[in-house]
């Protein structure tokens, strides 16, 4: 049986109309991570990703560092279960979701 390892993120910081969600999303694909990626009313990014340990982990990295025009100051990380899933966009593997 292969471990599974499901988190919430929430990214802080210059990270709304820089195309943090769509970095996230190309992240996901790569490191074969489900979930779910939104902007939230308050100017953060939050994300559910569940994967391998260590490609959630390298989630975790690459949400530290974001793509070039980002500016993070901070990302809180907390463990989540499969319900944190149920915002997917059934048929997807990983979805970017409207405002939330």
Not at 60 to 83: H, S, W, Y
């Amino acid at each position: 049986m292969s471990e599974r390892r499901i988190v919430r993120l929430t990214i802080r910081g210059r990270v709304q109309g820089v195309g943090f969600r769509y970095f996230v999303e190309r992240e996901a694909a790569r490191l074969k991570l489900e979930g779910w990626v939104r902007n939230r009313r308050d100017g953060a990014v939050e994300a559910v990703v569940a994967g391998a340990p260590d490609a959630v982990e390298a989630m975790c990295e690459a949400c530290r560092r974001g793509p070039p025009a980002v500016a993070v100051d901070a990302v809180d990380i907390q463990e989540a279960g499969a319900a944190d899933l149920a915002l997917c966009a059934p048929g997807e593997t990983f979805s970017v979701l409207h405002t939330g």
